[in-house]
């Protein structure tokens, strides 16, 4: 399967999901004009304005042209042109974030494992309950344990413990920051209408599978897979023995460290599960302490699943050691966090492979007792990201906060990991400084790149639609799961399908496919939806 954006003709790019009327408003031309017009879908010409030329976008090798049209805030159905040309239709309007957050949200339930996705939650992407049988330690086969539930990591259907706590500490940080956008949202999961906040119901499902991959003297199961991938075929059709795979200490910080963040935030809606989590993050916790050396984990022999490889566990350790000083005030956890933060500084980073940013957003943002100096330390780490960021967005036509570097497998978690840390800047200084850098973000992700795409599924007029993601390549249905965040454009394809689509010599930018079989470029994971849907809480939380 693969589908074609048909962006030829249309090469004005603009997000797809529209602009909020107070939004930075830019569209991008890879071609020279002077004048461009904002028509409405009659064909009257609404707004017009001069083109800015930026010169030779050194990522994509285009050189652009951009057309700002932020003062025009009439809400309606428009598109851009220009020369002939034109842009995809696309809203400006309030609430216009409200469905794209819905489907980016929804995502994780589409991805639930051990559970009968119901036509009336998943409609026609409904199947039956899937990986439901006993897991058996990798290396005592007979150990066995019941593991069943969580999310599917991504296009495959494993499910790994860090990854896992990466996502769940995303969507988290941004409940806690942005409940007014966050504990409204209406998902139509089944356990929506509860007095429990959709998203918090969501994210339990994964918490609750994570509880259960811990052994019993606290370390944490790495991961739990097959031994290889699966062919493609629907979840409930892949049938092979599922293993647990052995402990590693970055997996046992990051389960530490996700649960005592849950403790926290379920305990006014349910004392008693957030006392099992304080408890299983304690005894993680003291596996740590027993355990002090960097237990490293590589795939066995015969496994060929996903690594999820880190060179240390030093900021995994500073995460958790943060995250228990939260829950519990106690100061010798202060005490392990000062220490874990010395291996290494600054430790602001947000995804699966480096944690420490959560462990400077937990201390920045927590109410227990804290040291100013740290404080400020830890808030400078993300203000001097934040400002190398935006010299970044400013250097790129498009507006993507990313030097060539940046454009790796799953790029797009990147460029939302920058958008998060603008955010954080924000929310630490009082400032919406960055909210037009977080806006811009958000745009090349839903189509002002030049390939003119929107990254998500089922969002946007020209949109990726043929990630890999196996149930969608196997259902037979045309219109791919919606909400999906694919990975995006990496300038070192990794997969034999992107080898051969990718000519050598693409430039950063461009080096994506949209075909399902190019997993080093279109394949969609739990932690790539879960900072855009930070972001965008963000966006929602300022733009009405
Ligand atoms: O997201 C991961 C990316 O950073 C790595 O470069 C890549 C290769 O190791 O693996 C990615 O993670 C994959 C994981 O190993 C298995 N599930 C699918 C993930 C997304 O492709
Ligand atoms: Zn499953």
Known sequence: MQYKADNSAKAIFVNQAGYAPDAVKVAVMPFPCEEFRLENLQGEVCFTGKARHFGLDTNSQDEVWQADFTQWNQPGQYRITACGKRSA??????????????????????????????????????????????????????????????WHDAGDYGRYVTAAACALSHLLYAYILYPEVLSSLEMNIPESGSAVPDILSECRY???????????????????????????????????????????????????????????????????????LAKTALLSYCWLKKNPDFLDFRNPEGCGTGGYYERDDYSNRFWAAAEMYALTGEKHYHDDMVAAMKKRFPLSQLGYGDVGGFGLMCYIFSDCEKDPQLVERFKDAFRSDAQRFEKLMDDCGYGAAMHAGDYIWGSNMV??????TFAIADRM???????????RQ?????????????????????????????????????????????????????????????????????????????????????????PTVFALAYMMSKLK
């Open 206 to 276: 994964e918490l609750e599978w994570i509880i259960k991959m811990q052994r019993e003297d606290g370390g944490a199961y790495h991961k739990e897979t097959t031994a290889q991938h699966a062919p493609f075929v629907m979840p409930e059709d892949d049938l092979g023995q599922l293993y647990l795979l052995p402990v590693s200490s970055m997996a046992t910080a990051d389960l530490a460290a996700i649960c005592a963040l849950a403790s926290r935030v379920y305990r006014p809606f349910d004392a008693d599960f957030a006392d099992t």
């Open 89 to 150: 239709v696309f809203s400006i309007g309030e609430d216009v974030y409200l469905p794209l957050m819905k489907d980016i949200t929804r995502a994780f339930y589409f991805l639930r494992c051990g559970q009968d996705l119901l036509p009336e939650h998943a409609g026609e992407y409904c199947h039956k309950a899937c990986h439901r049988t006993r897991a058996k330690e990798w290396e005592n086969h007979d150990v066995e344990k019941e593991v069943f539930g969580g």
């Open 442 to 530: 958000m745009d090349y992700l839903m189509g002002v790149n030049p390939l003119g795409i929107s990254y998500v599924t089922g969002n946007g007029e020209y949109r990726c639609n043929a990630p890999h993601l196996r149930p969608s390549s196997c259902d037979g249905i045309d219109e791919c799961i919606p909400g999906m965040v694919c990975g995006g454009p990496n300038r070192r394809p990794a997969d034999a399908d992107a080898v051969k689509l990718i000519p050598e010599g693409t430039p950063p930018m461009k080096c994506f496919a949209d075909h399902d079989g190019c997993y080093s470029l279109n394949e969609i994971t739990i932690y790539w939806n879960s």
């Open 429 to 439: 200084d009082d400032k919406d400084r960055y909210l037009p850098a977080v806006c």
């Open 415 to 420: 460029l939302m990991k920058h958008a998060m």
